[in-house]
């Protein structure tokens, strides 16, 4: 799977456990940077990501900030992109089952690399249910149509 990863100086440290970890599971991994702790603005990172989810250049995208809630709120703003933000293994399966998410986001903050590992792998391996969450996607999606 073609997965991009990204994060800013505060979640540079996890993204580069996570980029080793999905490389070992044999994925084509695309770092979108940082490349360093250096003070930075997190949409830097996240925009371009998303808008290679969104247009199919990356199948999924990974995204790390402090708590997650800055590049969620980025992400989120590319049409095609549902970025969630996850703190559990639980979220992470949700996210996928439930809301079938492009974009997983996490807070460096909030969880170990190895809590991130763990959510990647189930999130990575979760199909989405569809039926009646595909309706509910559906009314998702239709907002996008509407500016």
Known sequence: MRIGIG??????????????FLSELGHDVHDYGTHSE???????????????????????????CNTGIGMCITANKVKG?????????ETAESARRHNNSNVLVMGASL????????????????????GRHE????????LENEN
């Open 7 to 20: 994060s800013d100086h505060r979640g540079y440290r996890h993204k580069e456990v996570l980029k080793s």
């Open 38 to 64: 250096e003070s930075c603005d997190y949409p830097d990172f996240a925009i371009p990501l998303a808008r290679d989810v969104a247009s199919g250049r990356m199948e999924r995208g990974i995204l790390i």
């Open 81 to 89: 992109v549902y970025a969630a933000l996850v703190t559990t293994p």
């Open 111 to 130: 969880n170990t690399p190895d809590e991130m590992k763990n959510m990647v792998d189930i999130w990575l391996r979760t199909p989405f249910e569809g």
């Open 135 to 142: 309706r509910r996607i559906n009314k998702i999606k239709s």
